[in-house]
């Protein structure tokens, strides 16, 4: 996460020349040199999802194998009401931290909305297009909710809600379908803390965990005959080619997913399928034939570590909702006073 701003007192003749503001697509740049000078090389995931990105996974959430949106959704189906019970009857601001499937918002807000009740719907994106579909989505089919997009990254966001002191309502976060689980373990501590500093006492976050489960069932979901993952993958590469200018060949890099069992986690690869160089901003990449440029990790979760998340960023936990085989948690975590 960007640290706070902090203001300075030193007087203006001995302060540094502010620095220019980055503009995304020089980040861009910077995030993607940085990660190919690693090693093994990294790109990082989240450059995902730009409109062709966001598409296809919305895409992947609806194959056969990829049954982490399916059961969340079944969790939430189920259990909807006694997650917002807690706030049920008070002006109410749900911020969706951007799970990409408006469906398991809509049982969540449909669980709170009612005769009176004052309910904000907050959904979190840095694409704009992302945004009105989503309130779209919302507006057709819980009507008088208040939408109030938020146009940011998830830390610009957080500091915002941490800022906005002015408005009493309760808030509920969404952080859904695992979208943690692209984290670091340190990072995703990270991210929980900043979220808890954002929130009030009172306030509550429901945070969905893909729990580690047999391999067939994983790699049927980050390897799925139909070739979407592949293709969703491969799309970070046009999106370099695209933006930055970069010239990857797409037909020279072939998708693997890998099981790391020591993290544990599910890993997305490109593996160069031949001895490459690639131009890139000023710099020139070379891979070797058989060299894979880590692209995403997926991490999976034991019960016991969703505690010790929940206890080292200060929430005590109210609730958890499995699906009937167990493959995935949303946990309900509640700001003490
Ligand atoms: C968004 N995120 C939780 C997905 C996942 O399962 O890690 C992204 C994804 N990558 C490949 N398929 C889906």
């Excluded at 993958?233 to 890099?253: P, S, V, W």
């Amino acid at each position: 996460m960007r640290p706070p701003q902090r203001s300075t007192s030193a007087p203006a003749s001995r302060r540094a020349a502010p620095r220019p503001r980055r503009s995304s697509q020089e980040d861009f740049l910077a995030d993607v040199l940085a990660g190919l000078a690693r090693r093994p090389p990294s790109l990082p995931s989240r450059y995902f999802y730009d409109g062709r990105g966001s598409r296809l996974f919305q895409w992947i959430t609806n194959l056969p194998g990829y049954y982490l949106t399916r059961v969340e959704r079944e969790i939430l189906e189920a259990h909807a009401d006694e997650v917002v019970a807690p706030l049920r009857g008070r002006p109410c601001t749900v911020v969706d931290l951007g799970a990409g499937d408006g469906h398991k918002t809509v049982l969540i807000l449909r669980a709170l909305a009612g005769p009176g009740a004052a309910l904000v719907y907050a959904p979190v994106d840095v694409s704009p297009a992302a945004l009105a579909e989503a309130c779209r989505g919302v507006a057709a089919a819980v009507p008088g909710v208040a939408a109030r997009p938020v146009r940011a990254t998830w830390a610009t966001a957080l500091e915002r809600l941490a800022a906005d002191g002015g408005d009493e309502a309760a808030r509920l976060v969404l952080f859904l379908g695992s979208s943690i689980g692209n984290l670091e373990h340190e990072e995703a501590r990270g991210v929980l803390r900043g979220l808890r500093r954002a929130l009030r006492p009172g306030d509550h976050v429901l945070v969905g965990f893909d729990l580690v489960k047999p391999l067939e069932v994983l790699r049927g979901a980050y390897d799925d005959p139909q070739g979407l993952t592949r293709a969703f993958n491969l799309n970070l590469l046009a999106r370099m080619n695209r933006e930055l200018g970069a010239d990857f060949d797409l037909g020279a890099y072939r998708h693997v997913a890998t099981w790391d069992p020591e993290r544990p986690a599910m890993e997305s690869w490109l593996e160069s399928t031949r001895a490459q160089s690639v131009h890139l901003g000023p710099r020139t990449v070379r891979l070797a034939e058989g060299e894979r440029i880590q692209t995403e990790i997926s991490c999976k979760y034991t019960p016991a570590q969703l505690g010790a998340f929940a206890a080292d960023a200060g929430f005590a936990e109210v609730a958890r909702y499995a699906d009937a085989r167990g493959w995935f948690v949303d946990a309900l975590w509640r700001v003490a006073p």
